[in-house]
């Protein structure tokens, strides 16, 4: 067996592993990637990291390598299978998107009497204090306990239709700011605000239409 092809069975092995494992850790998306990079013709390796993708909600990723895998193995069930899952995630993505369009259109008045606020202006107060039983929390959204894909499909599946992307992003932004401005907390909850920040960046990406003031992060 060559060097390559020792690389490759060591990096298949791991895949696989973490696979069984159920995990969508940047570490098995990057195993998966070393594969496709020394042999772009291992379907496996493109279904793996299609199934990561899918699992963050990353549509549109994990479409390209369900379809690559298809490509490489015609008829292939499970990544059959799991593109048919993703074509309806998007489906049901993007009629969440729509909805939070029509419900911004309902806050336009409102908005329109704001305008002379600065841009990091909050369209809510969240500045009450910190409050452990938020809307959001009540939804199952926390830090603790959860990984990064249990969160992102709790305000997925539940936050944002429910609760709208403005009440989630600001309730989300209140809670970094408010442990920043706690005397000597900033450290301690470091973790935590990271995470936030981590959300509201992918909430951003995904769902921001422009028709409010995002919410910042920062503490004056």
């Given at each position: 067996m060559n060097d390559k092809a020792r690389v490759l069975a060591?990096?298949?092995?791991?895949?696989?592993?973490l696979g069984r494992e159920g995990s969508t850790e940047p570490e098995a998306i990057g195993i998966n990637t070393a594969i496709i990079?020394?042999?772009?013709?291992?379907?496996g390796a493109y279904?793996?990291?299609?199934?990561?993708?899918?699992?963050?909600?990353?549509a549109d990723e994990a479409e390209r390598d369900f379809r690559k895998a298809l490509?490489?193995?015609?008829?292939?069930?499970?990544?059959?299978?799991?593109?048919k899952e993703v074509m309806k995630l998007?489906?049901?993505?993007?009629?969440?998107k729509n909805k939070q369009r029509a419900d911004s259109l309902k806050l336009q008045s409102s908005i329109a009497s704001m305008q002379s606020l600065p841009p990091t202006?909050?369209?809510?107060?969240?500045?009450?204090?910190?409050?452990?039983?938020?809307?959001?929390?009540?939804?199952?959204y926390k830090i603790t306990g959860r990984s990064r894909h249990q969160r992102?499909?709790?305000l997925v599946n539940r936050a944002v239709p429910q609760l709208g992307i403005l009440e989630v992003s600001h309730t989300i932004a209140n809670n970094c700011r408010l442990r920043k401005l706690q005397y000597d907390s900033e450290e301690r909850f470091a973790h935590a605000i990271g995470e936030w920040e981590h959300d509201l960046a992918r909430l951003k990406e995904l769902?921001?239409?422009?028709?409010?003031?995002?919410?910042s992060t920062e503490i004056e």
């Open positions: 060591q990096l298949t092995e791991r895949a696989k592993r990079e020394l042999n772009s013709t291992r379907y279904i793996r990291r299609g199934i990561c993708y899918q699992k963050q909600c990353l490509e490489l193995s015609p008829g292939n069930r499970i990544a059959s299978d799991r593109l998007k489906t049901e993505i993007e009629a969440l202006s909050d369209y809510y107060d969240f500045s009450v204090g910190w409050r452990e039983e938020t809307p959001l929390h009540r939804l199952g992102w499909q709790i769902f921001y239409d422009g028709s409010f003031f995002w919410p």
